[in-house]
């Protein structure tokens, strides 16, 4: 019979008793043991061993690895939106693809290393005719949040008072026994999200498990040897908020690695369009451009520094995944109303998707006076402002140009002039070119500084441009309820409030201008 490692995982589940399993040359691994065996296959061939884990290449991959050759358990430390669960799930790729157990056995019992009362007597009787199952590798991850709700019979377990009257048995016995999630995770790889969510009289019931692999119950006198790998993970932030973890605890767990969020808008764009979850008709409706996706990631790194936002608490990746889904519906929507089969992206997409951004920032107590919504829009007039000068020149400096007039002379003396343009959320794409090509010298400065761009994002651009003079103060925008107003700075200090910033409609200026949106 061919040796055990030679087979596959057809092949080995065609075997059904422990005779045949001798037969094969099984011999039985730890859990850690088996990890470390399959992680340096995969480091020897060159695999991929975390897919779809992006900017973790040089830092958290490495140190995982290093504590997984070292047969640690793991706690992984990080701010929200980390990609913590996700690593964590990983490791299932790790797992041999099936393990044998007794047929039947509650703890996954090896047939070679039985543990619970079941098996052995079942061993006992039947001897090389015992039953054998396989278990595959999705079934030895289990995953438990913390919540202050966890008993320790939940995780490790308690006298079952209806199985010992079934069965008639005394409490003394191991068989009344209901076995908690741990003991059922015996020869996998056992999560708890939060950590410090645990009250600390639950978190003591794990020192024996990590240090000497097994578990006690009650009163019983039960020792089980456990095999699990044990994977943590925890929010700094939870150490104040909630909760901690409790040094002894801490102590005996073998690796901390600390996590961090994308150090590139090119790492972070990666992710969110990974995670995004775009559907295929969206996407054969919208066409989005690389401008818009790093305006998007822009806005959780002006977050991440912004004295609004709580940096203890940290900005999820979930925000700029959030964010993209909601520019991508904001320009199906307004293909739909328009009764248009596509669409090109737009800033005011972009802008659009605040909601997205409110949700998923903490702020201080500054913030929370200045309103959260007001909040989102002023990182994402940063955002613009930041990116504004990847595309066009510098407007701070072109002030100080001896000389040579500004490169956006014409268009400010144009809004100077008592011109305004509306850009409502929901212009036709042939409304809204006309919107834009009314302001002189706004194409011209586009197409001497891009000229290779189509036409659809030519008009992306132009729109960005207005967007960006705003921000630097050459012009002004104003938020208007379904879009924006964008003006002479000066005049707007007279007439309307500044972006942002909330006023009533006056009835003159409706009937004057019904097409457009109510300000507010």
Do not use: C
Not at 111 to 131: R, Y
Not at 313 to 326: C, D, H, K, M, P
Not at 469 to 488: C, P, V
């Amino acid at each position: 019979m061919p040796a055990y490692d030679s087979l596959s995982a057809d092949q080995l589940q065609k075997i059904t008793t422990l005779g045949a399993l001798k037969k094969s040359g099984y011999q039985p691994r730890s859990v850690k043991t088996e990890l470390r065996d399959n992680l340096i296959k995969k480091l020897q061939s060159g695999e991929d061993v975390f897919p779809g884990i992006f900017g973790y290449e040089e830092t958290v991959i490495p140190e995982l690895q290093r504590a997984i050759l070292a047969g640690h358990h793991i706690n992984l430390l990080g701010l929200r939106g980390q990609a913590k669960t996700r690593i964590a799930r990983l490791l299932i790729g790790l797992l041999d693809e099936v393990v044998p157990m007794v047929e039947g056995s509650e703890l996954n019992d090896d047939p070679m290393q039985p543990l619970s009362v079941f098996a052995k007597n079942l061993l006992a009787e039947k001897g090389d005719d015992t039953p054998v199952a396989w278990l595959p590798r999705a079934d030895r991850y289990t995953e438990k949040l913390a919540t202050p709700d966890v008993s320790v019979a939940d995780l490790i377990g308690d006298a079952d008072p209806i199985k010992a009257a079934t069965l008639r048995l005394p409490y003394s016995d191991e068989r009344v026994i209901h076995f908690g999630l741990i003991p059922r995770a015996h020869r996998g790889i056992f999560v708890i999200n939060e950590l410090p969510d645990l009250q600390a009289r639950i978190q003591v019931s794990l020192f024996n498990i990590l240090q000497e692999g097994d578990i006690q119950i009650r009163g019983f006198k039960v020792r089980l040897p456990l095999d699990l790998q044990f994977v943590f993970t925890a929010n700094p932030e939870d150490y104040t908020n909630r909760g901690s973890i409790v040094t002894p605890l801490k102590d005996r767990i073998d690796a901390q690695i600390i996590t961090h969020y994308p150090k590139s808008i090119e790492i972070g764009k990666r992710i969110t369009r990974q995670e995004a979850r775009i559907k295929p008709e969206q996407r054969g409706m919208v066409t989005l451009n690389d401008t818009v996706s790093d305006l998007v990631e822009q806005v959780a790194i002006e977050a991440r520094g912004s004295e609004f936002v709580d940096a203890k608490s940290g900005v999820s990746a979930r925000l700029t995944i959030s964010a993209f889904e909601q520019v991508v519906a904001g320009a199906e929507r307004r293909a739909l109303v328009n009764g248009e089969k596509n669409t090109y992206v737009r800033v005011s997409d972009f802008i659009t998707a605040v909601p997205a951004v409110t949700g998923k920032v903490e702020l201080v107590y500054e913030g929370e006076q200045e309103g959260a919504g007001i909040v989102a829009e002023k990182l994402m007039g940063k955002a613009i402002r930041t990116l504004f000068l990847n595309y066009f020149p510098d407007p701070d400096k072109a002030k100080k140009l001896k000389g040579r007039p500004s490169p956006y002379k014409t268009v400010q003396d144009w809004f100077g002039a008592g011109h305004t343009v509306d850009l409502l959320h929901d212009l036709s794409t042939k409304d809204y070119r006309a919107a834009l090509d009314q302001v002189p010298g706004l194409r011209d400065i586009v197409a001497e500084l891009h000229p290779n761009e189509d036409a659809e994002a030519t008009y992306f651009l132009m729109e960005f441009l207005l967007h960006g003079l705003s921000e630097y103060s050459l012009i002004s925008r104003n938020r208007l309820t379904a879009g924006a107003q964008f003006k002479d700075l000066l005049s707007s200090m007279f007439t309307m409030p500044s972006f942002g910033e909330d006023d009533d409609e006056d009835e003159d200026d409706e009937e004057e201008k019904p097409q457009r949106g109510r300000r507010r």
